[in-house]
């Protein structure tokens, strides 16, 4: 078996009471985690704010990070522990994160510890940089997308500003970024070397009060033509995807040391 590290093991501030983050009272150094910290997190905390940043999370057995899903927030950290037990929570099925707010997990760009010297924590699976969950319990819930693919009902063409949709979709905002696959059946000059992408992602401008009609920020650039048969009758109608969310977890520098997302074990 391999081996995760304990990013966590040697902390430099922890939890003292359930509390919220930005309260210096929560923290047994009676002050804020700041970007170098090692965290350690024994009781419920509730991340409350924009600012939060560290090196290393960690949440122990029978404890809670707990977002909170009536204000915006973003935390940046190198490493998300979630160990045996704890709980790591950014809305519930119940109680998801609105559409209105946003909930934002950035890995930051840190470097991986390949060289076993005893300093820092020798990673050399590289697990590190990332939201990593070892038997624990992860909970995301953000705003609700219905359907997040729904077929077409007719074929988008080149110039339209207009989307006709097989079924009725909500949740779908203004603002929202679409992805329209590229359909082509490509030919041998099309392919390799030459290959020069069509898909697109047109931003949502409106959404009919049917819920079966989008319309488009801006005109589309390529067709996006359905599947036919021998004889030149239509099969079936491509699909267009929904791809904005409120709550993100991504890479500080997807040019640098890349986040990831690991739930492993019986998590």
Same mark, same amino acid.
């Given at each position: !078996?391999?081996?995760? $590290?304990?990013?966590?093991?040697? !902390?430099?501030?922890?939890?003292?009471?359930?509390?919220?983050?930005?309260?210096?009272?929560?923290?047994?150094?009676?002050?804020? $985690?700041?970007?170098?910290?090692?965290?350690?997190?024994? !009781?419920?905390?509730?991340?409350?704010?924009?600012?939060?940043?560290?090196?290393?999370?960690?949440? #122990?057995?029978?404890?809670? %990070? *707990?977002?909170?899903?009536?204000?915006?927030?973003? %935390?940046?950290? @190198?490493? =998300?522990?979630?160990?045996?037990?704890?709980?790591?929570?950014?809305?519930?099925?119940?109680?998801?994160?609105?559409?209105?707010?946003?909930?934002?997990?950035?890995?930051?760009?840190?470097?991986?510890? =390949?060289?076993?010297d005893g300093v820092g924590v020798y990673d050399p699976k590289q697990y590190g940089t990332g939201l %990593? /969950?070892?038997? @624990?319990?992860? *909970?995301?819930?953000?705003?609700?997308?219905?359907?997040?693919?729904? *077929?077409?009902?007719?074929?988008? *063409? /080149? @110039?339209?500003?207009? =989307?006709?949709?097989?079924?009725?979709?909500?949740?779908?905002?203004?603002? #929202?970024?679409?992805?329209? $696959?590229?359909?082509? !059946?490509?030919?041998?000059? &099309?392919?390799?070397?030459?290959?020069?992408?069509?898909? &697109?992602?047109?931003?949502?401008?409106?959404?009919?009060?049917?819920?079966?009609?989008?319309?488009l920020a801006s005109a589309l650039r390529f067709d996006h033509l359905g599947a036919r048969d021998g004889?030149?009758?239509? #099969?079936?109608?491509?699909h267009v995807g929904h791809l904005t969310r409120n709550l993100l977890i991504r890479s500080e520098n997807?040019?640098?040391?890349?986040?990831?997302?690991?739930?492993?074990?019986?998590?």
């Amino acid at each position: !078996h391999d081996t995760i $590290p304990n990013y966590a093991k040697t !902390h430099t501030i922890q939890s003292a009471k359930d509390g919220t983050w930005s309260d210096p009272s929560t923290w047994n150094l009676n002050r804020v $985690p700041n970007a170098s910290d090692i965290v350690a997190i024994s !009781h419920t905390v509730t991340y409350d704010t924009t600012a939060g940043i560290a090196e290393v999370i960690g949440i #122990d057995a029978n404890a809670t %990070l *707990r977002f909170r899903t009536d204000v915006t927030t973003r %935390l940046q950290v @190198g490493t =998300l522990l979630v160990m045996p037990g704890g709980t790591l929570e950014l809305g519930t099925e119940a109680n998801p994160l609105p559409a209105a707010l946003t909930a934002e997990l950035i890995i930051r760009n840190r470097p991986l510890d =390949l060289t076993n010297d005893g300093v820092g924590v020798y990673d050399p699976k590289q697990y590190g940089t990332g939201l %990593l /969950a070892v038997d @624990g319990t992860v *909970r995301m819930h953000g705003a609700v997308k219905s359907p997040t693919i729904v *077929r077409l009902a007719r074929e988008p *063409r /080149a @110039g339209d500003t207009t =989307l006709l949709l097989e079924q009725t979709v909500s949740g779908w905002q203004s603002g #929202d970024r679409l992805i329209l $696959p590229d359909t082509r !059946h490509l030919k041998g000059g &099309e392919v390799g070397s030459n290959f020069v992408p069509q898909w &697109e992602e047109p931003v949502l401008q409106s959404v009919s009060p049917d819920g079966r009609t989008l319309t488009l920020a801006s005109a589309l650039r390529f067709d996006h033509l359905g599947a036919r048969d021998g004889d030149g009758v239509l #099969d079936f109608l491509p699909h267009v995807g929904h791809l904005t969310r409120n709550l993100l977890i991504r890479s500080e520098n997807p040019g640098g040391t890349r986040g990831h997302i690991l739930v492993t074990h019986r998590s």
